[in-house]
């Protein structure tokens, strides 16, 4: 299957009417967005069936899906993981050397420039073979041609948000692990010592690194795994009160990272904003909804884009054709992948 996203659109700018004025006083600030809703369409589907549909919708709904993060969080090679944990662990050489390691999906002058570098060693050469020097590898190189061998200096010339977002996608890659781990020891089911998130005076959670509940015995029944947390490792959070706290132990035992300079309080963890969080392990999409579309050609226009709604245009098609295709649309919160919900209702064959 593929799919084409064909339009994203966030909760506050559809609750304004999709209005292009701005005329809210305060500024909006990173964070401030309450989630997404997304319209999807999977082409080349036709062996689904109306009772297919209808089984999704009603797992969905009732179940959710696993809340992983996706492999968007990973980066282009896939490698943001492997940085982060290199920072982590103080190793700073290894963390320029993925960096700068030469991949397909690099633009030519930077394939170009770290593979320079690969082979001579010489930042300063490599460096002037870039368009734009203002980039991760630019920067990197840059500082190395300055500052010599001085790798934690070339990861911190990187902007900040750039740094966090290596350490943050190795804290996902281990929360997606610690998640595995836990759904198949003890499937959906609250067991004794699961976290909850505490609620504010209006009944909404409280998305920080405070207000954790553990789950008494006597509370289990109470509770849905909807309601259940994990925490991404870090050096500012509660872990478990059960087996699954051992599950981080074992986890980062495997990647050959010291669990101590992820999950007790360290310098190089706050330093790079490796403090933790909480994270819902199962997610049921807002009013999920589908429709069965026939088409005929690859490029034909399957339903309204944001140009379309923006404009007030009306769309309108003939629903013929050979070919069949699912149109998708949901709402998730903010930091909830799209592409996991895909997963779950494609069961993992999205190409």
């Known amino acids: 299957l593929t799919f084409f ?9 559809l609750s304004s009417g999709i209005n292009a004025e701005y005329g809210h006083k305060e500024e909006i600030k990173l964070g401030d967005i309450g989630g997404n809703k997304f319209t999807i369409v999977l082409r080349d589907c036709e062996e689904t069936t109306e009772e297919n549909l209808e089984n999704l919708k009603s797992s969905l709904l009732k179940t959710g899906f696993i809340n992983y993060f996706g492999m968007q ?20 050489e290894e963390a320029v050397k993925l960096i700068l390691t030469p991949s397909t999906s690099q633009k030519p002058d930077i394939r170009a420039a770290v593979e320079k570098y690969s082979e001579t060693g010489n ?8 368009r734009n020097k203002n980039n991760i590898e630019g920067l990197v190189l840059a500082s190395l041609a300055l500052n010599g061998k001085n790798y ?5 010339s990187l902007h900040y948000k750039q740094q966090t977002l290596y350490t943050h996608a190795f804290q996902s890659y ?8 836990r759904i198949q020891n003890f499937g959906t089911s609250v067991i004794p010592g699961d976290l909850t998130q505490e609620e504010e005076d209006d009944g909404t959670p409280q998305w920080k690194t405070k207000g954790v509940r553990v789950l008494r015995e006597e509370d289990v029944g109470n509770h849905g795994i909807g309601e259940v947390i994990m925490p991404l490792p870090g050096c500012e959070v509660t872990l478990p009160s059960n087996e699954c706290a051992g599950f981080y132990k074992e986890i980062l ?7 101590e300079y992820l999950l007790e309080e360290n310098s190089v963890a706050k330093e ?9 392990i199962i997610y049921t999409p807002l009013a999920f909804e589908s429709e069965m579309l026939r088409y005929s050609g690859e490029n034909d226009k399957l339903t309204a884009t944001d140009v379309d709604l923006i404009l007030g245009r009306e769309f309108q098609r003939e629903n013929q054709g050979e070919k069949l295709a699912l149109k998708l649309s949901f709402s998730l919160p903010k930091s909830c992948y799209a592409t996991m919900l895909l997963r779950e209702a494609s069961k993992g064959r999205i190409e």
């Not at 996203?5 to 700018?13: A, E, H, N, Q």
């Not at 930042?123 to 870039?130: F, H, R």
């Not at 281990?174 to 781990?181: A, D, M």
């Not at 790079?272 to 819902?280: H, I, L, T």
Request: proline share 5%; net charge positive; glycine share 8%.
């Open 5 to 13: 996203l064909c339009y994203f659109v966030c909760f506050f700018v």
């Open 73 to 92: 969080r990973f980066g282009n090679c896939g490698n943001t993981h492997l940085i982060g944990k290199c920072i982590l662990k103080r190793d700073y």
């Open 123 to 130: 930042a300063g050469d490599a460096v002037m073979l870039l």
């Open 152 to 156: 934690k200096q070339a990861i911190k």
């Open 174 to 181: 281990v929360w997606n692990r610690v998640v595995s781990k």
């Open 253 to 259: 035992a495997e990647e050959d990272f010291p669990p």
């Open 272 to 280: 790079f904003n490796a403090r933790g969080a909480y994270r819902p």
